[in-house]
């Protein structure tokens, strides 16, 4: 079942028909996995970019007319040839499986594709009819028996899918080409209705997320992404400047209980939203007195104003939920207590601990050695973390680093460095961010590494350094850095903050040898269903996958919502269709980074407005202005509508 008899997918053809198996050509432009379900095989695929059959009984006819089907059922209808030639090829094709085909039915099949191809403004008429065209050309033969038998033909078993590069990317699948439609259309309200369906917190994601949509975006094909962060924030903040309140619907499941959630940061807060819709009795514990979590006290102020953060939260609160502040679970109250106390227990703490370094002297406490997780805690609770210190020595290449260093400015720091041990090409922080960092005049210590924290007195005083060398590539793929012998030198400093990582506090679990960890402290759960061995815990955001992106986070928080109501109304936490669809397209890629768009691109992308390095770096204000309704509108019109369907036979 492994080899693939035909192949057009992404324009080369393989055909491996007519040949014995020892002489089958090998497909390279798709990685077709052989299973859908468990127990069921992935027979044949057609989509976007052509058509891929592994099982020779594939009905090529019967995959045309489900597929087609689908492709009408998703066009917007906004093009006249795709609403109405869409739906004449369905009932063509329909027409041919019921036995009623005719001889000048291909001809006019390959007429509509043609016309529809060409007058579409969007992907799901330029792409969606390409695989209709590769099999009226290569399977001409079984398309004429279909219609000269005049007999219905069999109705296979099929999955289709819905889908987009940038739609696929985003971890909690927000139906980003609709939304930004609806901002280009002047529709901003219907446009965040669309983000709330799956994400109650767009002011924030709006602002800090790292954008894998934008990473996946096809129009960086042509000259550079969609803004598609941005527009998010700004659909948020026109509400807010219109002084709009929200309407959720609350839709009670049919059975309704009470869920206990330990953290009030995104993974949480979605969760809670989630489940307030569904009519549940929520309560979530949170150790701060506000909500956020890490997303409130390890962001700054500059990126993520609290306010919006609150004023989301707050939303869902008013949806019922109760928000106990200043509450630690394991402390305040045991965990086992809230299982007991209730049918669901999440727990959605965040990586609230740092990590250390292993270099000479880290272990002595000295007095201006401050962890990075600390040191933004500290900061943005609006505390000097260490006000004897001027001179900052900041290691690390993450978003963490990046945000310490730009902070310690604003803590009144004049000289702020950051260390890195390998390149600047290397470094995991958002490009942006960096790009910030350097226009505040933030000095980079690239290829060094420290050795010995040096100090007097019980103080910091330096950091001892040596410079790197980038040797071959480690497990991660990157260049293992290796020291240059002779070449140490020093750093003048009196902080040490080491921001390389982040880790858990997990004593909550104390005395819980029944819920299982791992060894770099995060909870074991299905990664589809969040449930751990305990069928009423279930975890999600940086505790079971460690620290990770917001946008991650909430959609951990979001699918252990609607997992926990299947556990309260006693159906099966099954996998859904759309976590199938999740492991296939990890195969089978959605966003291709090669491909020729065919036409010129050249429309600037709208950047936000930002206060001037100087002014900016010595104050806690947001520094970046959102969209203007103008530009927010022109930018959301470089959207090239990406949809594009998938049907799967098995």
Known sequence: MAEILFSSWGGEVVDNRQKDGQDFEPVNTV????????????????????????????????????????????????????????????????????GQGKSEDLEIL??????????????????GPLPILDALEHFAADFEAAISAQKSVAAGTYHSKLTAP??????????????????????????LDIIREKLPLPGVVGRVCVRPCEEHCRRMNLDAPISIKFLKRFVADYELSKGKEPEFAIEPSEKTGKVAIVGAGPSG????????????????????????????????????????????????????ATFNYETTV??????????ADNDAVFIAIGAQMGTTMGVEGEEENYAGYISGVQYLLDINQGRDPYPEGKKVAVIGGGNVAIDCVRCSFRVGKDDVNLIYRRTKNEMPADDVEIHDAEEEKVNFHYLTHPVKILAENGKVVGLRCVKMELGEPDESGRRRPQPIEGSEFVIECDIVVPAIGQTMDLSLLEGREDVKT?????????????????????SGGDCETGPGALITACAGGRTAAFNIDKLINGEPLDYTEDDYFDKFFSKVKVFDPAEDIGFLGGR????????????????????????????????ADRCLRCYRVATVRV
């Open 166 to 191: 940038c739609m696929d990317a985003c971890p909690i699948h927000l139906d980003i080409p609709n939304y930004v439609e609806c901002i280009k259309e002047g529709r901003f309200a219907e446009s």
């Open 518 to 538: 791992t060894r770099w402290k995060t909870i074991v759960v299905d990664e589809v269903t969040k449930q751990s061995d305990q069928p009423k815990i279930f």
């Open 110 to 127: 390959k007429r509509l594709a043609d016309s529809i191809r060409e007058s579409s403004k969007c992907n799901i008429g330029q792409s």
């Open 269 to 320: 807060a979605t969760c809670a939203f989630h489940l307030a819709k569904m009519g549940h009795d929520v309560t979530v514990y949170e150790r701060f007195d506000e909500p956020g979590g890490m997303s409130a006290m390890g962001i700054p102020d500059y990126r993520l104003p609290r306010p919006i953060l609150r004023e989301e939260v707050d939303r869902i609160e008013r949806m019922g």
């Open 31 to 98: 990685d077709l996995p052989e299973y859908f379900r468990q127990d069921e095989a992935v027979k044949a695929l057609m989509g976007w970019y052509g058509i891929v059959i592994r099982d020779p009984e594939t009905d090529i006819v019967d995959l045309s007319r489900v597929y087609i089907q689908e492709v009408q059922n998703k066009s917007c209808g906004k093009c006249f040839l795709c609403r109405i030639g869409t739906r004449v090829m369905a009932e063509t094709l329909t027409r041919i499986c019921n």
């Open 330 to 339: 394991g402390k305040d109250i045991k965990l086992s207590q809230l299982e």
């Open 604 to 635: 600037e992308r709208k950047e936000l407005e930002m206060l001037d390095p100087d002014t900016r770096k010595f104050t806690n204000a947001e520094v970046e202005q959102g969209f203007s309704i103008n530009d927010a509108m022109a930018e």
